[in-house]
T-cell receptor
Framework: KQEVTQIPAALSVPEGENLVLNCSFT??????LQWFRQDPGKGLTSLLL?????REQTSGRLNASLDKSSGRSTLYIAASQPGDSATYLC???????????FGKGTTLSVSS | DGGITQSPKYLFRKEGQNVTLSCEQN?????MYWYRQDPGQGLRLIYY???????QKGDIAEGYSVSREKKESFPLTVTSAQKNPTAFYLC???????????FGQGTRLTVV
């Protein structure tokens, strides 16, 4: 059964710092991996989708990488801002299933 | 604007009562999903539907029911058989397993 793990569970950084969030998954037979952002009490906002054939995707200050063979993805946030404070969720879509399987998330706090 | 609308935002249920959460999308997506989110846990799949008039149970379907009579709508009923329904419920949709998933803003259900 696919399991998704996100480390660390929480992270606090000062404004302007570059940071990396980690996601690992146990079954490398995936269609894609998606990173989401969730603000308190809100729904999920899609940040980046990486297909299994891709190595990375970029959107503004965000860069997500995928190493399918090792079961790892990272989300790199450049020049962090207080507005980046949120919970970041990683989810994979396996070839054996249909729906996304989620990690528990990393809660990021960026102080000014 | 295209998107997923969940209503109500907050819902209170009395013991032994059935309640229905609404999810409507105007993205012309074929697949729709219901997830449950509890503090400290990842999102867990309740039900999903890949086509009108068809749906499948997810990991925690007991005590819940759904219908998919229209492509745009996928309501979730929380029945009295669900013993611990207090949670944040999220609806999602996409065009299929190779595509980006989008989420609504969620419904917070509380048992009173």
């Amino acid at each position: 059964k696919q399991e998704v793990t996100q480390i660390p569970a929480a992270l606090s950084v000062p404004e302007g710092e570059n940071l990396v969030l980690n996601c690992s998954f146990t079954d490398s037979a995936i269609y894609n991996l998606q990173w989401f952002r969730q603000d308190p009490g809100k729904g999920l906002t899609s940040l980046l989708l990486i297909q299994s054939s891709q190595r990375e995707q970029t959107s503004g200050r965000l860069n997500a990488s995928l190493d399918k063979s090792s079961g790892r993805s990272t989300l790199y946030i450049a020049a962090s801002q207080p507005g980046d404070s949120a919970t970041y969720l990683c989810a994979v879509r396996t070839q054996a299933g249909t729906a996304l399987i989620f990690g528990k998330g990393t809660t990021l706090s960026v102080s000014s | 604007d295209g998107g997923i609308t969940q209503s109500p935002k907050y819902l209170f249920r009395k013991e032994g009562q059935n309640v229905t959460l609404s999810c409507e999308q105007n993205l012309n997506h074929d697949a729709m999903y219901w997830y449950r989110q509890d503090p400290g846990q990842g999102l867990r799949l309740i039900y999903y539907s890949q086509i009108v008039n068809d749906f499948q149970k997810g990991d925690i379907a007991e005590g819940y029911s759904v219908s998919r009579e229209k492509k745009e709508s996928f309501p979730l009923t929380v029945t009295s058989a669900q013993k611990n329904p207090t949670a944040f419920y999220l609806c999602a949709s996409d065009l299929g397993r190779n595509t980006e998933a989008f989420f609504g803003q969620g419904t917070r259900l509380t048992v009173v």
